[in-house]
């Protein structure tokens, strides 16, 4: 089972857009794909058409009451591809998980039980780096973060490899990252220029499709619907269909039993003891942001 993250602390640069319709392409290449709704927006739950208000139980009872996560999955109006959704009340787990011990690593326990019956997790996080984005990554083998064509997404692309590197070596689990262009339109020149720069600062790090800017992609999320089902000739599901493409090619490259569920129990024991104390995500945090963001900053 693969477990990708879809993260960037800028608002609005296409994660659930990402989160939603990879999982969709992802299951129409007969992968079972479990999408976790880990924001409390709620907006992945809400674009799969499962009214976040209407929720009994979901990722909140997950994380903080330690309910299974098989009891709050729901199914979707694509095959293979299931839901745990999430509502508002999930604001809240941060305060409730306060002095939890091993609060960082509530969802990778929570996704044990699950690991036999998908092929992918895809997890939607929220616009911060906080407690949620932070069980996000330890759960992820990779992380994939949306940059749109802005200066501030990809000023937040930069900051999360700087704390993906310091957890990795604060607590031995790495996690790959790579960026994925959204919302493009290569007849405007900050755009291409921006996209340039991704490029330039990320090259071995960034996925070769590029998600254009396209309007079906709104209007399919308006409906609760994946691009696959709203209109599957659109840009919008070429691109995201392409991305499905590449991400299951790289399933080549991943070292056997290299999943962080599969390879870690006795690790993540021993990093429980060590390191996953209550203070690790502030230090983390310091001390990526002590570092330099950019080698050189780039312009605009
Ligand atoms: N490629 C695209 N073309 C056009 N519109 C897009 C595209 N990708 C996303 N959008 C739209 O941009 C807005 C923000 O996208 P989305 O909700 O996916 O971002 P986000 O990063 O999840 O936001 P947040 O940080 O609030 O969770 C939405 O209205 C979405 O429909
Ligand atoms: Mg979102």
């Known amino acids: 089972m693969r477990i990708i993250s879809v993260i960037n602390q800028k608002g609005g640069c296409g994660k659930t857009t990402t989160a939603i319709n990879l999982s969709a392409c992802l299951a129409r290449l007969n992968r079972r794909v479990l999408l976790v709704d880990l924001d409390p927006q709620g907006h992945a739950s809400l674009g799969l058409n499962l009214k976040p208000e209407n929720l009994l139980k979901g990722m909140t009872e997950v994380l903080t009451q330690g309910t299974c996560i098989d009891d709050v999955i729901c199914e979707s109006v694509s095959p293979n591809l299931d839901v745990a959704p999430a509502n ?19 969802l990778l326990s929570a996704i044990q039980s699950i690991r036999r019956s998908y092929d992918y997790v ?35 692309l930069a900051k999360l490899i700087e704390i993906v590197d310091v957890v990795a070596r604060h607590t031995g689990h790495a996690v790959i990252v790579r960026a994925l262009a959204t919302m493009v339109n290569q007849r405007v020149r900050f755009s291409r220029e921006i996209l340039g720069e991704v490029h330039r600062h990320f090259t071995d790090r960034t996925f070769k499709t ?10 399919a999320a308006s409906h609760g619907l994946p691009i696959t089902e709203y209109d599957s000739e659109s840009k919008g599901a070429a691109d995201y269909a392409a991305l499905a493409q590449e991400v299951v090619a790289l399933e080549m490259n991943l070292p056997v039993g290299a999943t962080a569920l599969e390879s870690e129990p006795v690790l993540a024991e021993i990093e429980a003891e060590k390191y996953l104390g209550p203070i690790l995500i502030e230090e983390i945090f310091t001390e990526a942001s002590k570092r330099s963001v950019f080698k050189s900053e780039p312009n605009g």
Not at 88 to 106: D, G, I
């Open 210 to 219: 590029v998600i254009r800017n396209n309007t079906r992609l709104r209007e």
């Open 122 to 156: 895809i997890i939607d996080s929220p616009p911060s780096l906080g407690l949620l984005t932070f069980n996000a990554l330890r759960a992820s083998d990779e992380a994939l973060v949306p940059v749109d064509m802005g200066f501030f997404s990809l000023h937040g």
């Open 88 to 106: 508002v009340t999930l604001s809240s787990a941060e305060q409730l998980l306060a002095s939890v011990p091993q609060k960082e690593q509530r």
